[in-house]
Every structure is written in structure tokens, then in C-alpha cells.
């Protein structure tokens, strides 16, 4: 068990200018579960093979523990990694997918088939001891490629979308399962993901990338409660934060004829006129239309739990809001007029020319 | 896939033809081999009274169980070595991809095109000049070197679609180089490794360029070589060079009987990632 630490850790694929990772700062605490999210380009998966060693460093150092592991072979790393496909070997029954390691390492065949069997154990996974991956299913081998990341004990566990292959069911019920497992191992694990649920729900903290660089690393409750910039404000939640780019006059900042309050420290802030107003779909009240923005209800999603309304507000009929009415509002139906209003400790302020969060 | 009739028809035909064209000679083969040793048969005839005994006559003629046991001794020769170093380079060119492997790949790759009968006459003098002519030695070594472009290649096919990630993950489970390639790879490349012994071992068998110019002694050469000798001795006694033909046949039948699905499995394989 070990911390990670990204010191400038740069990647550049031959033959491209940009680079994938770019100047990548991030320290792991020992034992954390740190959660790499981004759309796909955005250089989670090369940050977490350049820590796997199976990507080179082209600028910067990565550490494991004290051990600074910047050019030392995937190998000799002490590292397990879960890959997206499993890759899993499938000439080798499931207890020597999982024991491969420490067949490798020569260790002694009773210490072996303990360890083996204690990691199936832990992922219900005796009864397929003897089974070639090829009868498997997807959960279960994905539970086999835990296994051998398990059985390894290793400094850090690393994941690449190790859920994606599952269908939707499977995935909610071996996140928590992976998650409990993580903790009661206690070993730091990276997890990559490009789904923000994942990543909400798994990580102790979660990184977001976007073309190679990092946006804001923080616990899921900041990332939501504070985006640091308009893409994490985007990017994280769903159904996504409402983004309506409006401009300041004098009193504040100007919405559909109602005037929202800039601070000094905001307004210094300011590079231009244009602000962008960030209102994800539970911070809307529901007024009579002429309280609030005047808006059309389109479409109603029912969610059972909860229900998302599009409305399109009068004064942009090419703009759609997603509103999620709280449980003491009654769900609007399709083609209802109503009002918006934005409630005020529910409201994001990003300034439209650089995307950077206002003071608050 | 759904067919007319006249398209099931058609097809019907075409490999009926087909069939025929393929079988003829074999069907003229085995009629002529029963004929009575010394005649000269012609056409496709049974005889009056099958001479069953020329089977028998011709392998004591040729003194049969030599010459399979040289055929043996040149396969155990060829194949082995062929395959153990085919799958290495294999390996290298279609994974571990060091600095300039594409201008030693392109090199063997040019070896495919070339005519083996093109470099008869330089490696008669070579073999000669290595005191290695009339030994089986000249035709096991040459035969190492002439299928090693297809070997190669046959095995970098293979190995360029073996998944990354299955390579990645024994690196990261702790194995090297050697490891990864004798644990992980080559399991995986069985079916490949397999039907190239097969074919390796089919063009073994019927080599006879080669067995005739190299070797003068026929219980040195391979079974096919074995025939031009039979063809010294016998040119009149069309019969027994039939039944010798047939008997020469026989081993390649049952290797492809066995593995005939193998086999055609490979030569798709073949067709597929050529």
C-alpha cells in the first residue's frame, strides 16, 4: 500500500503535437480511492497506463510509495491492474488466471492454491475454480480479473472501466462491490471511468480530465457543490447542469428580465460581460408563469422515484431546460405553462469567456 | 443463405466436376496398380484378375521401410526446428517489434517469392563444398531455410491479432519476455502452430526436387524422392511404379484424413489473415 504521486507527467504519443496527458500534478493518498473521469480522448486511460508502466513518461515523474517507478518495467511496479476486456488468459482454467502471478514469482504450490482460494472466496468465485474463461459470464469474469488483481496484494490497484462489459444491473451491484471490497482491503486504487456515476459513487475523490489536462480533483460532494469551470459543471451530474450564457449590465447579471446580484470580488473577477449561469435540474422552483421565466413543458420523464420535465422558456424557443420538480411540487404534464426561478443557493456563476467559476 | 434452384443446381455441378477432374487420376492410379506387373494397361480398366500382390512387390522393391524411416528421419529433421524457430521470429515480428524488424520482415517476406528451383544449382555446390551432399543433412538443412519465410510469416499472422491486452496483462503480472512468450503465447497459438506442422510436414513428405539433386542414394532421400529412383529401375513396369506411387501417397492421406478439419481450418486462416 502505497501513495501515488503524478509529478508533471506528460505523454505524448508519437507523431501528434498535443499531448495526450499533459503536465499531470495529482497526489493518491495511501489507501484512497481516486477516480479518473473524462470523455473519451481525454487522457484518463493514458495517465493510468503511464502509471502502469505500460506507457512511457515523456516529461515528469510518477512515485509509488517513495520509490520513484518513472522508468522501471510494468513487472517490477508491484501493481494489479483490471483491464476493460478482463484479459484474462484463455487457455488457463480460473485458478490459474488467478495464481499466474505467483506461479511467476515461484512461490511455493501450497501458497498458491491458499492464496487463490482465499481471493475466490472473497469474489464467490470456488465453484468456477476449475473452468476455462470461455464458460463464464461476463460477470464472472470480471470478478476472475479482480481476482488476480487481488491475489497479488499488490502497492496499487489500477482499473480501466472494469465495469463497462456489464449490463446496467450488474453494474450498479458490482460497484458497491468493488467499492466495499477496495475499502476493506484498504489498498490505493485508481479507477478509471468515462461514467460520471461511476465515478460519484465509487471514489473518495475524483479527477476530472479533459484533453490531457486536469480540471479539478476533489471529493464527489465538491466537484458537484463547486465546479471549478463550466466542463466539470457539465460533466458531472445528470441529467446535466442547465448552462445558460447571459451578459451583466449594471445591477448583475440579466435572466429573462430578472436581475441576479454580482459581488464586488465576482465582478472584479469578470473578464468580460458574458456569464454563464450554471442551474442543474433540482434547483428550479416552479412558479405560475407570471412569477417566473415563463416556460412550455414539452416532455415529462417519469423516473418513478424521480421525474425530469423539458421546458422550453418563452424567451428562447430553441432552448431547453431540464427541471426537476422537488417531492413538495407536483409534476408538471406535457404542455403546461409554468415559471421558473432559479433558487439562489442553487445557482452557479462561470464567467463565458474563460469558463472559470466566479467567487462565490 | 438462401439459394434458387438454379443456383443449388449450378453448384451442384461445378463440384461434381470438380470432384471427377480431382479423382480421375487417382481412380486411373489405383486400376493401374492392379494391373499384372510388367503389362502396360491403358486407360481406366480393371483388370481381369486384380494383382493385389503388387502393392506388397513394389515395397519390398523399394525397399518401403527404409525409405519411410528416412522420410521420418528428414520430417523429425525439418519440422521441429522449423516450427520452433518460425514461432519465435513470429513472435518478434508481429509483438516484441524491435528497432528495423519491418526491413528483416520485408527480407523474408521477399524470400516467399522466390523460386526454390532458382537456387538449385548454388546449393548443390554449397552443399558440396560443406561435405554434405548425399547426407540427409542436404536436404533437412536447405528445407529449414526454403520454409522459413512462410513459417514466419504464417506465425507473425497469428500473433499480430493476438488481443494487446492479454500481452499487457502478463506484463503486469510479473512475467518477462520468455515467460509472456512460452506461458501465455504459445498455448494461445496452438491452433496456428499446428496446422503450419501440418503443412510443414506435407511438404516435407512430397519433396522431391530437392532429394533427387542432393542425394544419390534413394534410402537417404524422402518417400517422394524415392519415386525417381523407382523410375530408374522400374521405367517399364508401369504397375509396380503405380502401386509404389500409391503406397508413397498413403502417409499423406492419413495425416490429412486425421486433421483434415485442422487443415482446412488453416488454409482459411490462411485466406482470412494473409
Known amino acids: 500500500m502505497a501513495k501515488v504521486i503524478f509529478e508533471k507527467a506528460t505523454r505524448i504519443y508519437p507523431g501528434t503535437q498535443t499531448p495526450a496527458v499533459s503536465s499531470l500534478d495529482l497526489e493518491i493518498e495511501d489507501g484512497e480511492f481516486m477516480v479518473l473521469v473524462g470523455p473519451s480522448g481525454s487522457g484518463k486511460t493514458t495517465a493510468l497506463r503511464m502509471l502502469a508502466g505500460l506507457e512511457a513518461v515523456d516529461e515528469g515523474r510518477i512515485f509509488i510509495g517513495d520509490r520513484d517507478v518513472t522508468d522501471v518495467q510494468p513487472k517490477d511496479r508491484d501493481i494489479a ?56 459470464s461476463g460477470g464472472q469474469r470480471q470478478r476472475v480479473a479482480m481476482g488476480r488483481a487481488i491475489v497479488r496484494q499488490p502497492q496499487v490497484f489500477l482499473m480501466d472501466e472494469p465495469l463497462s462489459n456489464l449490463d446496467a444491473k450488474l453494474r450498479v451491484a458490482t460497484r458497491t462491490q468493488i467499492a466495499s471490497l477496495q ?115 414539452e416532455i415529462v420523464e417519469e423516473l418513478g422515484s424521480d421525474s425530469y420535465a423539458y421546458v422550453t422558456p418563452e424567451y428562447d424557443p430553441n432552448r431547453t431546460i431540464i427541471v426537476r420538480p422537488n417531492s413538495a411540487q407536483a409534476t408538471p404534464h406535457k404542455g403546461d405553462h409554468i415559471g421558473l426561478v432559479p433558487r439562489p443557493s442553487a445557482i452557479h456563476l462561470f464567467d463565458t469567456a474563460t469558463g472559470v467559476r466566479l467567487p462565490d | 443463405m438462401i439459394l434458387g434452384r438454379r443456383e443449388s443446381l449450378t453448384g451442384r455441378v461445378l463440384l461434381i466436376i470438380l470432384m471427377v477432374v480431382t479423382l480421375v487420376p487417382f481412380v486411373s492410379l ?42 521420418l528421419l528428414i520430417e523429425l529433421g525439418v519440422v521441429p526446428v522449423s516450427l520452433a524457430i518460425g514461432t519465435m521470429a513470429g513472435f518478434a515480428f508481429g509483438q516484441v517489434r ?39 543433412w542436404a536436404i533437412i538443412l536447405p528445407l529449414i531455410a526454403l520454409f522459413m519465410p512462410f513459417s514466419i510469416f504464417w506465425m507473425r499472422a497469428h500473433f499480430v491479432n493476438v488481443p494487446r ?37 506435407l511438404w516435407t513428405w512430397n519433396q522431391f526436387l530437392l532429394a533427387i539433386v542432393l542425394v544419390d542414394d534413394p534410402l537417404k532421400r524422402t518417400m517422394a524422392g524415392a519415386l525417381g529412383a523407382f523410375q530408374g529401375h522400374y521405367g517399364t513396369d508401369i504397375p509396380l511404379l503405380c502401386a509404389g506411387s500409391l503406397l508413397i501417397l498413403t502417409p499423406t492421406l492419413v495425416v490429412y484424413l486425421i486433421f483434415h478439419r485442422r487443415f482446412s481450418t488453416a488454409l482459411l486462416q490462411g485466406a482470412v489473415k494473409g
Open chain 1, 81 to 136: 491492474m483490471v483491464f476493460q476486456n478482463y484479459a484474462l488468459y484463455p487457455h488457463m482454467t480460473v485458478a490459474e488466471n488467478i495464481g499466474f502471478h505467483l506461479k511467476i514469482k515461484k512461490r511455493p504450490k501450497a501458497e498458491i492454491r491458499q492464496r487463490v482460494l482465499e481471493a475466490a472466496r472473497l469474489l464467490d468465485l470456488e465453484p468456477y475454480l476449475d473452468r476455462k474463461p470461455a464458460r463464464l
Open chain 1, 183 to 297: 475499502r476493506r482491503l484498504g489498498v490505493t486504487t485508481v479507477y478509471v471511468t468515462h461514467d460520471q456515476v461511476e465515478a460519484m459513487t465509487m471514489g473518495d475523490r475524483v479527477a476530472v480530465l479533459r484533453d490531457g489536462i486536469l480540471q479539478q480533483c476533489d471529493t464527489p460532494r465538491v466537484l458537484f457543490d463547486r465546479p471549478i469551470n463550466v466542463f466539470v459543471a457539465g460533466f458531472m451530474g445528470s441529467p446535466q447542469m442547465n448552462l445558460i450564457e447571459t451578459s451583466v449590465s449594471d445591477g448583475g447579471v440579466q435572466f429573462a428580465g430578472r436581475t441576479i446580484p454580482l459581488t464586488p470580488t465576482q465582478r472584479a473577477a469578470l473578464t468580460s460581460e458574458g456569464v454563464t449561469l450554471g442551474v442543474r435540474p433540482e434547483g428550479w422552483d416552479i412558479v405560475s408563469p407570471n412569477e417566473g421565466v415563463p416556460a412550455i413543458v
Open chain 2, 30 to 71: 489405383f486400376v493401374t496398380a492392379l494391373h499384372e506387373s510388367g503389362t502396360y494397361p491403358t486407360g481406366i480398366s480393371w483388370p481381369a484378375r486384380p494383382h493385389w500382390g503388387n502393392f506388397v512387390e513394389a515395397f519390398r522393391a523399394a525397399d518401403m521401410g527404409r525409405l519411410l524411416a528416412s522420410s
Open chain 2, 98 to 136: 524491435m528497432r528495423g524488424y519491418q526491413f528483416a520482415y520485408f527480407a523474408f517476406v521477399l524470400g516467399l517469392t522466390l523460386p526454390y528451383e532458382a537456387i538449385l544449382y548454388p546449393l548443390y555446390y554449397q552443399m558440396r563444398s560443406l561435405g554434405l551432399l548425399n547426407t540427409r
Open chain 2, 165 to 201: 491486452d492479454i500481452v499487457e496483462a502478463a506484463r503486469i503480472d510479473g512475467a518477462n519476455m520468455w515467460q509472456s512468450f512460452w506461458r501465455v503465447q504459445v498455448p494461445l497459438a496452438m491452433p496456428a502452430i499446428s496446422s503450419l506442422a501440418i503443412l510443414l510436414f
